[in-house]
């Protein structure tokens, strides 16, 4: 390790002046105006790839963006660890709230980030972490000291669902075979708290329509007489949501997974300070389902919220208008054996149900995903938590996470193989939000903590 620490502080200017040529391209995978982009990032990260010693790089076109693979197999004997990230980005909306542009990145301190953080969409989520993956690998090739065989399967899909890496997966399983997956594409709880995700959130995002009169009508003339879609839209909304903050979704909870007590405390155990939470989102309470701390609210039990509404006028001063139409963009995140198709279908049957008849509603799916639990006896989970240890000095603690990554799943499904999520970024890094950055600390950490995993995880399988 020794001869990795010299040639990471030799390399330490490259890594990153590489890094922010990948944070310069807008890999937006969810605006087809940046097909091209897309397409480019996913150029540059199989060039990297390749610069760094890796074998069979292909950038494999899909019926959307093209997924990187690259392998170094160096003795089929050993064991192989697969790579998963993502170079597909969020966009950068709002754009008028960003202090730089998002595709600009620059370098500031703040004070989560004392050392300096870098300020790109995608900086922490997930160019910056799935980049360090590459530099590990680099240094490792280059010092002769890869212990196992590495396979890395980079998506630009993440952001919109990963329609295609499952198919992707199910054509390639003998090319994809492996003993583990290594994900960064989550958080710690803080730089002197580290962390190992071993829970996601699964997710159902449904869009909604509801159609007053046939068009939009004068609010002095037919006001008061005639269904406003909007106001009913927000009745409806508003009553899925009772006075505890639990869903009414009739049957929604049925099969949520029941965290015994023990675990719960267990749970709660984690260094959480809710005047912090507080002041650094500005609110002066907290909200969520009662019965419930802050902590589980966003781990282990479910949540309806609208993403986006809309309707009538926005534009310039007032206009007096009644609209024909309400929109608006529900998810809704998922535990443990709950299943989203079913969701989907429990969603829609209330939402139509509460349908004034004043009103006709349409629902209309998006893309959704399982929830996953990874579990903490397994050689991936020990040799996570001893390279933490080993860099940050201190013994990580097994949290789980309210975000989703639906494709973790689905590689157990489909693969058969256990992922291990070894994130290095905040949530207070600001993913998908304006300002995302990702800390030069939490970047170098990761590149360090990475080869000590492949070590552990060698000697853990032997
Ligand atoms: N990396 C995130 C998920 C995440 C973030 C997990 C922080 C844990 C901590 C991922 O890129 C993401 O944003 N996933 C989406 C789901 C996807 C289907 C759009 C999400 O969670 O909203
Ligand atoms: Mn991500
Ligand atoms: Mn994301």
């Known amino acids: 390790m020794q001869a990795l620490t010299t040639y990471h502080t030799q390399n330490k200017e490259r890594y990153l002046n590489e890094l922010l040529e990948l944070l ?62 993502h170079y597909d980005v969020q966009p950068p909306d709002p754009i008028d709230l960003w202090d730089s542009p998002a595709f600009e990145p620059v370098i500031k301190k703040t004070t989560n980030h004392p050392e300096g953080a870098i300020y790109a969409r995608g900086a922490c989520d997930d160019k910056g972490q799935a980049f360090m993956h590459i530099k590990a690998f680099e240094a490792m090739l280059a010092n002769d000291s890869l212990p196992c065989n590495v396979k890395f399967m980079i998506e630009g899909e993440e952001e919109v669902g990963s329609m295609n890496l499952g198919p992707f997966c199910e054509e390639n399983k003998e090319r994809l075979a492996c003993d583990v997956i290594l994900v960064s594409d989550t958080s710690i709880i803080s730089n002197d708290c580290p962390s190992i995700t071993v829970g996601l959130r699964g997710l159902s995002y449904i869009e909604v329509e509801v159609t007053g009169a046939n068009r939009d009508l004068h609010s002095g003339v037919y006001g008061g007489a005639v269904a406003n879609p909007i106001n009913v839209l927000c009745d409806m909304i508003a009553s899925m949501h009772d006075e505890n903050k639990h869903i009414t979704i009739p049957e929604f909870y049925d099969d949520v997974e029941v965290v015994s007590t023990a675990e719960r405390t267990e749970m709660n155990k984690a260094p959480f300070s809710l005047d912090n939470y507080k002041s650094d989102l500005a609110i002066n309470d907290i909200h969520g389902e009662k019965g419930y701390t802050t902590l589980e609210r966003t781990s282990i039990r479910p949540t309806l919220d609208v993403n986006g509404i809309w309707g009538g006028y926005i534009g310039e001063g007032a206009k007096t208008v009644l609209p024909s139409k309400a929109y608006a963009k529900i ?132």
């Open 24 to 85: 310069r391209i807008p890999s937006v995978s969810a605006d087809p105006a940046f097909k091209e982009d897309v397409k480019k990032t996913g150029e540059w990260v199989a060039a990297s790839l390749k610069k760094a010693g890796a074998e069979n790089v292909e950038v494999c076109e899909t019926a959307g963006h093209p997924i990187v693979y690259a392998d170094k197999i160096i003795d089929p004997k050993l064991p192989t660890v697969l790579v998963y990230g």
């Open 331 to 462: 998810s809704m995140r998922l535990v443990p054996n709950q299943d989203p198709d079913k969701i989907v279908d429990l969603f829609t049957k209330y939402f139509e149900s509460i349908a004034p008849d004043s009103v006709q509603v349409a629902v209309h799916p998006h893309h959704g995903g399982e929830p996953a639990v990874t579990p903490t006896d397994t050689p991936e989970y020990k040799a996570a938590h001893k390279a933490m240890e080993a860099t940050f000095g201190k013994a990580p603690i097994p949290v789980r996470s309210g975000g989703s990554i639906p494709i973790i799943a689905l590689f157990e499904k489909v693969l058969g193989v256990k992922t291990v999520l070894m994130g290095f970024g905040l949530d207070s890094d600001a993913i998908h939000s304006p300002n995302e950055h990702y800390g030069l600390f939490n970047f170098y950490k990761g590149i360090e903590t990475i080869p000590y995993f492949y070590q552990y995880y060698s000697e853990l399988k032997k």
